[in-house]
Nanobody, 125 residues
């Protein structure tokens, strides 16, 4: 049974910080590229960040570069997203994702192996 459980969302003001966590079970965690996507109300899901098998390659959407930091702890089967200087446009449900490969299709959310349950981040102005 594969499970990806995201947590850490909440209601914050612009400029505040949040740290999202995603705990994985049922997979060989270190063999998966882990990432975060988000979906705002009325919008399609969009890519936020990804980190490869051992953290050697990291990717960020332009909109979050310099503000968000992704990290993973393979011993804990967990991936994190530290979000600093949050903006109202960051408001969305954030989803944890797992896939065996990072390709040009990954950032489109195409053929992702596993999706976690989302955690809601709301940023007020």
């Amino acid at each position: 049974q594969v499970q990806l459980q995201a947590s850490g969302g909440g209601l914050v003001q612009a400029g505040d910080s949040l740290r999202l966590s995603c705990a994985a079970s049922g997979i060989a965690f270190s063999t998966y590229v882990m990432g975060w996507f988000r979906q705002a109300p009325g919008k399609e899901r969009e890519f936020v960040s990804a980190i490869n098998w051992n953290g050697g390659s990291i990717y960020y959407a332009d909109s979050v570069k310099g503000r968000f930091t992704i990290a993973r702890d393979n011993a804990e089967n967990a991936v994190y997203l530290q979000m600093n200087n949050l903006k109202p446009e960051d408001t969305a449900v954030y989803y944890c994702a797992a896939d065996q490969w990072y390709t040009t299709s990954y950032e489109r959310g195409v053929d992702i192996d596993y999706w976690g349950k989302g955690t809601l981040v709301t940023v007020s102005s």
